[in-house]
């Protein structure tokens, strides 16, 4: 089970929310943020620091699938041909 099964809509966008804001903290030389939210059964915290950057894009485009927020332009692809 992930750590974001579970929580409503309405926490998950406060959850959202507050990694966004810990990348952006990250991205403009902070070194560590702290996200911390309520769940149904206490409640959690998480550090994050500058080589956490990979999992904090991570964890902010899981939640924004969970909430079927779309990501815009897919990857792109190059061929051989």
Do not use: C, E, W
């Amino acid at each position: 089970m992930g750590v974001y099964d579970g929580l409503t809509n309405a926490q998950l966008q406060t959850q959202l929310q507050a990694l966004q804001n810990a990348y952006f903290a990250l991205n403009t030389g902070q070194q560590v943020v702290s996200v911390s939210y309520a769940q149904g059964d206490g409640s959690k915290s998480v550090t994050f620091r500058p080589a956490d950057i990979l999992r904090l894009q991570a964890d902010i485009a899981l939640i924004q699938t969970k909430l079927g927020i779309s990501h815009g332009r897919r990857s792109i692809r190059f061929s051989m041909r």
